[in-house]
């Protein structure tokens, strides 16, 4: 089973290999196989049993653990959660396509398990490429979902040439804007997710009812997406859900927020949270030539 998942997903990659390029020493990925994947320095990167590359250049060691990204794959999975949310994502993409006569390269940077990736490109003719910091995710995402490419790689130095993606994801994870300027081609674009102030409120106000827990500073991150990119939108998507038994299960250690969160608070959400609010707001960007100063 792994040997033909390798060799699937070396048989995905192979047409695309000149999007490539090595980590390390910049060069052309020139060589794929079943094992691993080459430069022209011939640095060499595994495929592993799952499927995916390992393009990790340092060693990082995070807090998203398997429970993480197996409560989000089930959470992802068996519910509509975030199904609005692909909806919309889905529009805006089938309306780039329409300019477009070959196939997109959609990259979701921050994938996780995959489960977005793959619910937004899933019956389309695009690309799906996924990447995360975290192997974890990405071992279960190349597990599960084989018409995607899967890298375990740092968005600081991605594994692709300049100006290949039509298309970057950013959702709810950080941002590397000057990296994605570099790999978006001249007429890209970015999607970027960012919570708003009720973003899973009624379990926040669980978690830290004897301290307040703000979310990062919207402000702060507008402006930093704006320097990078022309802002050709912005789509506010608020919406409440109740909590099934299945989002329970799962809910409180999909986000990091469980990570802060007492005992006996983590147990108050169990028993006592019945509905969720999503709170978000979609930003979407092209590609400026030149940084412009913030104002």
Same mark, same amino acid.
């Given at each position: &089973? ?37 430069? &022209? #320095? ?35 999975? @068996? ?39 793959? @619910? ?22 190349? #597990? ?34 000057? %990296? ?20 899973? &409120? %009624? ?82 960007? #092209? ?9």
């Amino acid at each position: &089973m792994s040997i033909q998942r390798r060799e699937r997903s070396a048989a995905l990659i192979y047409p695309y290999i000149h999007m490539l390029k090595c980590p390390i020493c910049h060069g052309s990925m020139t060589t794929i196989s079943p094992h691993s994947i080459q430069c &022209m #320095s011939r640095h060499t990167f595994d495929l592993a049993k799952q499927g995916y590359i390992n393009f990790m250049t340092r060693f990082f060691k995070g807090n998203y653990d398997k429970r993480l990204f197996t409560a989000k794959r089930n959470i992802l999975s @068996q519910t509509e959660i975030y199904t609005p949310l692909t909806d919309i994502i889905r529009n805006y993409i089938e309306g780039y396509c329409h300019s477009k006569s070959q196939p997109l390269h959609i990259l979701d940077a921050g994938a996780g398990e995959g489960s977005l990736l793959q @619910q937004i490109t899933q019956n389309t003719p695009a690309v799906g490429w996924g990447i995360d910091i975290a192997k974890e995710g990405i071992a279960m995402a190349s #597990s599960a979902y084989d018409q995607q490419i899967w890298f375990v790689g740092d968005l600081a130095c991605s594994p692709f040439a300049e100006e290949q993606l039509d298309v970057i994801l950013n959702i709810l994870s950080p941002s590397n804007y000057e %990296e994605f300027g570099r790999v978006m081609r001249k007429d890209g674009w970015i999607i970027k997710v960012i919570p708003r102030d009720r973003y899973l &409120m %009624e379990m926040r106000e669980l978690l830290f009812r004897d301290r307040s827990h703000q979310l990062d500073g919207r402000d702060h991150v507008l402006d930093r997406f704006a320097k990078y990119h022309h802002l050709i939108d912005r789509i506010p998507l608020t919406y409440t859900l109740p909590v099934t038994k299945v989002m329970l299960d799962s809910l409180i250690h999909m986000t990091p927020l469980s990570w802060h969160g007492k005992e006996s608070a983590i147990s108050s959400v169990q028993e006592s949270l019945s509905q969720i609010t999503i709170d978000l707001e979609i930003l979407v960007g #092209s590609r400026r030539s030149v940084l412009q100063p913030l104002r």
